[in-house]
């Protein structure tokens, strides 16, 4: 499954989403997922005319609908950890979203949580009931980089700072 936009999968299952005239979000899978291990792909990130706060709303459904489909185990793959830079209290009298964030995934029995360069570290401690894997890009990026300096794809590259 990936993100909210109708996929195809590789079984020809679809998942239809809609929105209402007042902006809430419904979601069908048109397959039975009952006893399967199911991987969301859901970046919390603003894009596709959408705000950050959607993007969860559009997450937690999905968590919701496919525990409700009665599956075996989910995997949420979140490239793009929303609210990831308020990882602590600033003052008594502000939120730790992060922390609010992660619970709210917690209530909907997510399993395991795969990130990209979580902001802190801490963050991971906040899926304390499941375990949450942050993946480095640094490696990707630093292949990539290098292999555009042996192309010769790269202007200035001894200005170039990794």
Same mark, same amino acid.
Do not use: W
């Given at each position: ?8 999968? !590789? ?6 989403? +809609? ?31 959408? @705000? *950050? @706060?959607?993007?969860?709303? !559009? ?7 496919? $525990?409700?489909?009665?599956? +075996? $185990? ?10 990831? $830079? ?27 949580? *795969? ?14 009931? *499941?375990?949450?894997? @942050? ?6 990026? $630093? ?7 042996? +192309? ?5 590259? !001894? !200005?170039?700072?990794?």
């Amino acid at each position: 499954l990936v993100g909210y936009e109708m996929r195809r999968t !590789e079984d020809g299952s679809l998942c239809t989403p +809609k929105v209402f005239a007042n902006g809430e979000i419904d979601l069908k899978f048109l397959t039975c997922l009952r006893g399967d291990d199911v991987y969301i792909v859901q970046p919390t990130c603003p894009g596709r005319n959408q @705000n *950050v @706060n959607t993007s969860i709303m !559009e997450l937690l459904l999905i968590l919701h609908t496919v $525990r409700l489909a009665s599956c +075996k $185990r989910v995997t949420a793959l979140v490239p793009y950890f929303a609210y990831g $830079r308020q990882s602590f209290m600033t003052s008594p009298d502000t939120p730790i979203a992060s922390a609010a964030v992660a619970k709210l995934m917690l209530s909907m029995q997510l399993d395991h949580l *795969v990130t990209v360069d979580l902001n802190s570290a801490q963050i991971q401690g906040f899926f304390h009931a *499941v375990p949450c894997t @942050n993946l480095p890009s640094t490696p990707v990026f $630093r292949k990539y980089l290098q292999a555009q300096i042996l +192309k010769k794809e790269l202007p200035n590259v !001894e !200005e170039l700072v990794v």
